[in-house]
């Protein structure tokens, strides 16, 4: 059963890469999820170069859940904006759109990236 969850989730990955990209100006918004933390990361993918990164680690709060999903969010805008990031494009990592994946993303709406 867990092979096929994280085959699928890779295949699903691997299309959504092949379609979106992060430049400098317009980085990309990556999200990476386990079972005890969520990660997201800015990246400029034609440097190589990860500009900034947030976790639910960084913040001091126990478990994982929405609302700790939301803060990473609030995080990463904030670096981003330190940066002088203000648009980014979204990458889900395979994962659906929904739950804490979808806090996050409403999270750095909120900080004020534009995606």
Avoid: C
Avoid at 30 to 53: R, W
Avoid at 86 to 114: C, M, P, Q, S, T
Wanted: aromatic letters at 6%; charged letters at 30%; zero cysteines.
């Amino acid at each position: 059963m867990a092979t096929k969850k994280v085959n699928r989730r890779s295949r699903i990955r691997y299309s959504i890469r092949k379609r979106i990209s992060g430049t400098a100006e317009k980085p990309r918004l990556s999200v990476f999820k386990s079972n005890k933390a969520i990660y997201a990361q800015l990246i400029d993918d034609e440097q190589g170069h990860t500009i900034a990164a947030a976790s639910s680690k960084e913040i001091k709060d126990s478990g994982l859940n929405i609302e700790t999903a939301k803060e990473v969010g609030k995080k990463i805008a904030e670096k981003a904006s330190s940066s002088g990031v203000e648009k980014v494009v979204f990458d889900r990592g395979g994962y659906l759109y929904h739950g804490r994946i979808k806090a996050l993303a409403d999270g750095a709406r909120e900080g004020g990236l534009n995606f």
